[in-house]
């Protein structure tokens, strides 16, 4: 139980590392913006991440994602990945065909999040994109795991990637011999694979030259922050291969993006418009995904019903999952996603025109 320190309501719902609810954060943003500013800031400097996204007069830009860093001579992006070097961006890894990445197989049937729709786990796709008329069993996904993000989520249930910026990295040469004859996906996610999509998407390509004439998807789990033109590669990859983009949407006002995941979210929402016109290009198997996080207190009926009519206007039959939420990283002291808000957030998106919805992690819901 903690106390908004605004407007002084006690919630289980209020969580005590932001110190503020949700209406204020929407409604009373001003008030607090350098609060939580310095929240997302102190928290990344303890753990070496740069504390802000830089925005120096005489830096070098980077245009990899939407924050759009001007990075100062000798300094880094907000990312880590990327910094200025004698006046040139260059990846800390020491080139591009090197990132800071693990992998693993995944055998399918598996629990990603779109499961419910994918080839790999489902009856779509097949006979182009899948090796079964079902569940591909006996088959595996590629799970590619980017040790960075463009995001700073108090959230995050990933947030172990935070500590795989360092020396080294993995080239994608290496990372392309871990294609097998098993494998028939390979998802990129993280963190978030925006940072260093440039590697995901020189393995893509060479794993598809590689094993052309038979069925290997390109998938991806995202915040949707890249910029337009890496993202069109992305899209690419994944519509002639069979694979899809998840998308994470996050939140719906720029407010509440800014407090839980320190950066804007103008350019994911942006970037969901130019895929979602895609989408109707392959409806079989579903090209676009989303996913949004139900995050007690925050992530509310207010954000998922201007969420659900924004994916309703763009096209009602793309595939939405409603995800219950585990206390992490940050918000440990917030519960698990309550039964009740779940199933009210279903009910309203199905009210504003979705078409496809799903909930995930169910087991979690109390």
Not at 145 to 159: I, K
Request: aromatic share 10%; glycine share 10%.
């Amino acid at each position: 139980m903690a106390k908004c320190r605004l407007c002084g309501r006690v919630s289980p719902f209020i969580s005590a590392a932001i110190g503020y609810c949700a209406d204020c954060i929407r409604g009373n943003f001003s008030d607090i913006e350098g609060e939580l500013a310095a929240l997302h800031r102190d928290g990344r400097q303890r753990e070496g991440l740069p504390p802000e996204v830089p925005k120096a007069p005489e830096g070098k830009g980077c245009r990899i994602c939407g924050n759009r860093c001007s990075i100062p001579p000798g300094g880094r992006g907000f990312c880590g990945v990327y910094e200025n070097r004698g006046g040139r961006l260059q990846p800390v890894s020491g080139s591009w065909r090197r990132a800071f990445v693990h992998w693993y197989y995944d055998p399918l049937p598996t629990n990603c999040c779109a499961a419910w729709v994918c080839p790999g786990c489902s009856s779509s796709g097949y006979p182009r994109f899948s090796y079964s008329r079902g569940p591909e069993y006996g088959y595996k996904n590629l799970a590619v795991f980017y040790s960075a993000c463009n995001f700073d989520c108090l959230f995050c249930q990933n947030w172990s990637y935070r500590q795989g910026v360092g020396e080294g990295g993995l080239e994608v040469k290496d990372l392309a011999r871990a294609v097998d004859e098993g494998v028939s996906c390979i998802c990129y996610f993280g963190g978030d694979p925006t940072p260093q999509v440039v590697h995901a998407i020189l393995t893509s390509r060479e794993v598809l030259e590689r094993n052309r004439g038979r069925v290997l998807r390109i998938c991806w789990e995202t915040n949707g922050g890249v910029s337009p033109p890496l993202l069109r590669q992305m899209a690419d990859l994944s519509l002639r291969s069979g694979g899809c983009i998840k998308v994470d949407l996050k939140c719906w006002s720029e407010e509440m993006s800014l407090a839980l995941s320190g950066v804007s979210n103008r350019q994911s929402k942006e970037n969901f418009k130019r895929l979602a016109e895609l989408h109707r290009q392959r409806p079989d198997p579903p090209f676009l995904i989303a996913s949004t996080l139900l995050v007690p207190g925050y992530i509310d009926v207010e954000e998922v019903r201007a969420i659900a009519h924004f994916i309703a206007s763009l096209d009602p039959s793309i595939p939405w999952t409603l995800l219950a939420f585990h206390p992490d990283f940050r918000m440990r002291d917030l519960p698990a996603t309550p039964r009740s808000q779940a199933l009210e957030c279903l009910e309203v998106a199905k009210a504003e025109g979705v078409q496809n919805l799903h909930l995930g992690n169910v087991h979690l819901l109390w």
